[in-house]
């Protein structure tokens, strides 16, 4: 009788594994981020830079108001890149930079922005990278503009100057 | 041409796989001897997939574009050498290279099993055939490396630049042979047990196979490794990324089988652990494409992502599975008890150790792996695993493990007793003031550090002695964990003593710290075949006035358009001066990262040692005692 047991258990722990693998393909964008826009920004809570409170999403998105989101990373060299076109966009216009720091060092990300000047109203973090998954980016760098709650356009990769003027027109 | 006759000769290979089967069977039943026909089918199968294998090498070579293939992952402008690697570099090459091993190694197996019983080498042969038969059909109906594009594109796309580099273009061939070696242990073992074949003899001859896969996986790890080292550019060599840790588990598993063969081999037992290791290594390897294939995971390995690719590979994998659980539970039946019996103070007990402490490692990266898959199945809560979670898992383990590495090769079989132990607990003391004295001049956590510390350095020590004075019973394993113990310590003092810098320059500017100074002094740009390349130049001089002249390298190549940052690493035997560059928009900036990593090139060569290791004991089979 006791040998019968083993075969069973990992017969059914096996099919389960097969059925948990197979569901798993069905959703095969688990980890692709859709693309589509004018989708809604998701909800989510999050520790705010350089303090220790936490912060809802539904207090940091306010209807008819532009945001850009900028998900960022001390280690990331692109994000050096198009730093000062965030800067320099947000000396122009009035949006609200949100920056959301992506699995980073406090240290680092504390010297990067001593460095180059901040251009965020507010900066979020995200140690663990799962808020940046939520957002559906491809990685960092990643820029969303939010209109209503609404994502109305995604910037995957750096900035440029191409892609900084789509968003100047934009928000007129 | 070269593609259609390629898509032909695979239709040819697969039907090659049915006559094989139907002569086997028929050979299995009636005969006495081993009919070589069948010898020469698999043959004229391996000629088959090599004759499609040189089809696709060919379209790459002339950038034949109707090849959907090729369009895909190459361009004219692309060197030689990369068109050919090129091969390889995407989903459906690499296959067609998986499937042409996959024949290899069986046929290699046919010729050199002569003397081994031949309705074993039959069933070894009818396995395999269906591992085969599973990877032609895949091919052909999911991932068809012959794909006909109308009209034909004048340009492709271009192979991705990161993937244009010396060490890719070897490591995925190597990594296979690893791979794919393991299927043949795996085909052998199931045939071994259904015919209760496993004996002493049976364990040295696929012995041979287990080390012929454990080094080329071993070297195919470490080429990934240096990859990802010098081409990545993030300074660092091993990430804990998805796509690394599925290859390390069929390592683990095949290490910990090698360790168990030797005990077969000389004492005939632990063959259920045999067993179960070769089932896992090779179900590991497949589970392994799978995960990497299928698009379930994320990782910087990126292929194209089909999930009816998926859905096959699933499919066939779990068939294997069940067919392996079938076979060992209707089969494999444990030896007499009296064999089985040993004292605890012995060579079975220190690698039954051995064992669950490296089912432990196994079972901390499989967790880690595909945890995330089923917790979002289950509760669509979406986490990501980093190397604090494995660092924290396996480092306090490695302590113990060292320990068992240094005395468990010096225990008799059966029942022993430990030689010298005076001198055995000299060598700790030894360790453990070194390592103590180290870690005190440093500003880090003193205890944990120090016992990591001094239980590798007592690898290290005991090893070494024993190559000094020649008291070793077994010189490939002496090299071998050896070699583990300069990993280990390499590892170490590379994390412990690394340093790093970021800043922004311009030419002429320079950057000082308390130990050096960094002057950027200019900048120069060439036109290369595919890429333009900006070289900027840096004097990093130490304090007391030793220079050397850093070279760190931007590429922007035209297809696809993609920039790449080349660091300039210069290496010695102590450390490696690591040096990033990138520019900075719209500004005459450029961003600067530079890195001092000590004793990084000892990684690569303790890997090379404890490679050699294996090679040693595959080729000199004089095992003393």
Same mark, same amino acid.
């Given at each position: 009788?006791?040998?019968?047991?083993?075969?069973?258990?990992?017969?059914?722990?096996?099919?389960?594994?097969?059925?948990?693998?197979?569901?798993?393909?069905?959703?095969?964008?688990?980890?692709?981020?859709?693309?589509?826009?004018?989708?809604?920004?998701?909800?989510?809570?999050?520790?705010?830079?350089?303090?220790?409170?936490?912060?809802?999403?539904?207090?940091?998105?306010?209807?008819?108001?532009?945001?850009?989101?900028?998900?960022?990373?001390?280690?990331?060299?692109?994000?050096?890149?198009?730093?000062?076109?965030?800067?320099?966009?947000?000396?122009?216009?009035?949006?609200?930079?949100?920056?959301?720091?992506?699995?980073?060092?406090?240290?680092?990300?504390?010297?990067?922005?001593?460095?180059?000047?901040?251009?965020?109203?507010?900066?979020?973090?995200?140690?663990?990278?799962?808020?940046?998954?939520?957002?559906?980016?491809?990685?960092?760098?990643?820029?969303?503009?939010?209109?209503?709650?609404?994502?109305?356009?995604?910037?995957?990769?750096?900035?440029?100057?191409?892609?900084?003027?789509?968003?100047?027109?934009?928000?007129? | 041409?070269?593609?259609?006759?390629?898509?032909?000769?695979?239709?040819?290979?697969?039907?090659?796989?049915?006559?094989?089967?139907?002569?086997?069977?028929?050979?299995?039943?009636?005969?006495?001897?081993?009919?070589?026909?069948?010898?020469?089918?698999?043959?004229?199968?391996?000629?088959?997939?090599?004759?499609?294998?040189?089809?696709?090498?060919?379209?790459?070579?002339?950038?034949?574009?109707?090849?959907?293939?090729?369009?895909?992952?190459?361009?004219?402008?692309?060197?030689?050498?990369?068109?050919?690697?090129?091969?390889?570099?995407?989903?459906?090459?690499?296959?067609?290279?998986?499937?042409?091993?996959?024949?290899?190694?069986?046929?290699?197996?046919?010729?050199?099993?002569?003397?081994?019983?031949?309705?074993?080498?039959?069933?070894?042969?009818?396995?395999?055939?269906?591992?085969?038969?599973?990877?032609?059909?895949?091919?052909?109906?999911?991932?068809?490396?012959?794909?006909?594009?109308?009209?034909?594109?004048?340009?492709?796309?271009?192979?991705?630049?990161?993937?244009?580099?010396?060490?890719?273009?070897?490591?995925?061939?190597?990594?296979?042979?690893?791979?794919?070696?393991?299927?043949?242990?795996?085909?052998?073992?199931?045939?071994?047990?259904?015919?209760?074949?496993?004996? #002493?003899?049976?364990?040295?001859?696929?012995?041979?196979?287990?080390?012929?896969?454990?080094?080329?996986?071993?070297?195919?790890?470490?080429?990934?490794?240096?990859?990802?080292?010098?081409?990545?550019?993030?300074?660092?060599?091993?990430?804990?990324?998805?796509?690394?840790?599925?290859?390390?588990?069929?390592?683990?598993?095949?290490?910990?089988?090698?360790?168990?063969?030797?005990?077969?081999?000389?004492?005939?037992?632990?063959?259920?652990?045999?067993?179960?290791?070769?089932?896992?290594?090779?179900?590991?390897?497949?589970?392994?494409?799978?995960?990497?294939?299928?698009?379930?995971?994320?990782?910087?390995?990126?292929?194209?992502?089909?999930?009816?690719?998926?859905?096959?590979?699933?499919?066939?994998?779990?068939?294997?599975?069940?067919?392996?659980?079938?076979?060992?539970?209707?089969?494999?039946?444990?030896?007499?008890?009296?064999?089985?019996?040993?004292?605890?103070?012995?060579?079975?007990?220190?690698?039954?150790?051995?064992?669950?402490?490296?089912?432990?490692?196994?079972?901390?990266?499989?967790?880690?792996?595909?945890?995330?898959?089923?917790?979002?199945?289950?509760?669509?809560?979406?986490?990501?695993?980093?190397?604090?979670?494995?660092?924290?898992?396996?480092?306090?383990?490695?302590?113990?493990?060292?320990?068992?590495?240094?005395?468990?090769?010096?225990?008799?079989?059966?029942?022993?007793?430990?030689?010298?132990?005076?001198?055995?607990?000299?060598?700790?003391?030894?360790?453990?003031?070194?390592?103590?004295?180290?870690?005190?001049?440093?500003?880090?956590?003193?205890?944990?550090?120090?016992?990591?510390?001094?239980?590798?350095?007592?690898?290290?020590?005991?090893?070494?002695?024993?190559?000094?004075?020649?008291?070793?019973?077994?010189?490939?394993?002496?090299?071998?964990?050896?070699?583990?113990?300069?990993?280990?310590?390499?590892?170490?003092?590379?994390?412990?003593?690394?340093?790093?810098?970021?800043?922004?320059?311009?030419?002429?500017?320079?950057?000082?710290?308390?130990?050096?100074?960094?002057?950027?002094?200019?900048?120069?740009?060439?036109?290369?075949?595919?890429?333009?390349?900006?070289?900027?130049?840096?004097?990093?001089?130490?304090?007391?006035?030793?220079?050397?002249?850093?070279?760190?390298?931007?590429?922007?190549?035209?297809?696809?358009?993609?920039?790449?940052?080349?660091?300039?690493?210069?290496?010695?035997?102590?450390?490696?001066?690591?040096?990033?560059?990138?520019?900075?928009?719209?500004?005459?900036?450029?961003?600067?990262?530079?890195?001092?990593?000590?004793?990084?090139?000892?990684?690569?060569?303790?890997?090379?040692?404890?490679?050699?290791?294996?090679? #040693?004991?595959?080729?000199?089979?004089?095992?003393?005692?």
């Amino acid at each position: 009788m006791k040998n019968k047991i083993l075969p069973i258990f990992l017969s059914v722990f096996f099919l389960i594994s097969f059925f948990i693998f197979y569901k798993g393909l069905q959703t095969p964008n688990i980890y692709i981020p859709k693309t589509d826009i004018q989708k809604r920004i998701p909800i989510f809570e999050a520790e705010i830079f350089d303090t220790v409170n936490k912060i809802n999403s539904e207090d940091i998105f306010k209807e008819n108001k532009f945001y850009l989101l900028n998900i960022w990373a001390s280690w990331c060299l692109p994000c050096r890149d198009e730093h000062s076109l965030l800067i320099s966009l947000n000396n122009q216009k009035d949006i609200n930079i949100i920056g959301l720091n992506y699995k980073d060092n406090y240290e680092n990300a504390k010297k990067f922005l001593k460095e180059l000047g901040s251009p965020y109203k507010k900066i979020l973090l995200d140690k663990d990278g799962t808020i940046a998954i939520e957002w559906g980016a491809y990685g960092v760098p990643e820029t969303f503009l939010i209109y209503n709650k609404k994502i109305i356009k995604k910037i995957i990769g750096p900035l440029d100057k191409n892609s900084v003027m789509e968003i100047k027109e934009l928000i007129k | 041409m070269a593609s259609s006759i390629g898509l032909y000769s695979l239709f040819f290979g697969l039907s090659s796989s049915f006559l094989i089967i139907f002569f086997s069977i028929r050979n299995f039943k009636n005969l006495n001897i081993f009919d070589n026909k069948i010898i020469s089918l698999t043959f004229l199968q391996l000629l088959f997939v090599i004759i499609s294998f040189i089809g696709l090498i060919l379209s790459f070579v002339n950038s034949d574009f109707s090849n959907e293939t090729v369009y895909n992952h190459s361009h004219t402008t692309k060197p030689l050498f990369y068109k050919i690697s090129g091969t390889w570099g995407n989903h459906e090459g690499s296959l067609l290279l998986w499937l042409l091993v996959l024949t290899l190694f069986i046929f290699i197996f046919l010729i050199t099993s002569k003397q081994q019983n031949k309705q074993y080498r039959i069933l070894t042969l009818l396995f395999q055939q269906i591992i085969i038969i599973g990877f032609f059909i895949f091919i052909i109906k999911t991932s068809n490396p012959f794909n006909y594009i109308f009209p034909v594109p004048i340009e492709g796309l271009g192979l991705n630049p990161i993937l244009q580099d010396p060490a890719l273009a070897i490591h995925p061939p190597i990594l296979y042979l690893g791979y794919v070696g393991s299927s043949i242990i795996f085909s052998s073992t199931l045939a071994a047990t259904t015919l209760k074949y496993i004996s #002493k003899e049976w364990a040295k001859h696929i012995k041979q196979w287990v080390l012929v896969s454990w080094i080329f996986l071993t070297l195919g790890i470490l080429l990934g490794s240096i990859w990802a080292y010098y081409e990545l550019g993030w300074g660092g060599f091993w990430f804990w990324d998805p796509v690394e840790n599925v290859s390390l588990m069929p390592w683990l598993a095949l290490t910990t089988l090698l360790h168990c063969i030797l005990v077969l081999e000389k004492r005939l037992t632990l063959t259920s652990w045999v067993v179960v290791l070769s089932i896992s290594t090779f179900t590991l390897s497949m589970s392994g494409t799978f995960l990497v294939r299928s698009g379930i995971l994320n990782s910087v390995h990126t292929f194209a992502n089909d999930p009816d690719r998926g859905l096959f590979i699933l499919i066939f994998l779990f068939s294997l599975i069940f067919l392996s659980l079938f076979i060992f539970f209707f089969f494999h039946r444990t030896q007499n008890k009296n064999i089985n019996s040993f004292y605890w103070l012995s060579k079975e007990t220190s690698i039954l150790v051995n064992n669950w402490f490296m089912m432990y490692f196994l079972t901390v990266v499989l967790i880690g792996t595909i945890y995330p898959i089923f917790l979002e199945v289950i509760s669509s809560e979406k986490i990501s695993v980093g190397p604090p979670f494995y660092n924290k898992l396996i480092i306090p383990f490695l302590i113990p493990f060292l320990l068992a590495m240094a005395i468990g090769p010096k225990l008799n079989w059966i029942k022993s007793d430990l030689e010298n132990k005076l001198n055995l607990i000299l060598f700790l003391v030894i360790s453990i003031l070194l390592s103590a004295f180290i870690v005190s001049l440093l500003n880090i956590n003193f205890l944990l550090n120090t016992i990591l510390v001094s239980s590798a350095f007592y690898l290290f020590l005991i090893t070494l002695k024993d190559f000094l004075i020649k008291k070793f019973k077994n010189l490939s394993q002496n090299i071998a964990h050896f070699g583990f113990s300069l990993l280990i310590l390499s590892i170490l003092f590379n994390n412990i003593f690394s340093t790093e810098i970021i800043t922004n320059l311009k030419i002429g500017e320079t950057f000082k710290t308390e130990k050096f100074k960094i002057n950027f002094q200019n900048i120069e740009k060439k036109e290369e075949q595919n890429f333009v390349s900006i070289t900027g130049k840096f004097n990093v001089e130490n304090l007391d006035g030793d220079f050397t002249i850093m070279e760190p390298e931007l590429r922007i190549y035209n297809q696809p358009n993609i920039v790449t940052s080349e660091a300039d690493i210069k290496t010695n035997i102590f450390e490696d001066k690591f040096m990033t560059m990138n520019i900075v928009q719209n500004q005459e900036y450029f961003n600067i990262r530079y890195q001092t990593k000590p004793f990084m090139i000892w990684i690569w060569i303790s890997v090379l040692i404890i490679s050699f290791g294996g090679l #040693k004991s595959l080729f000199i089979k004089k095992y003393e005692k």
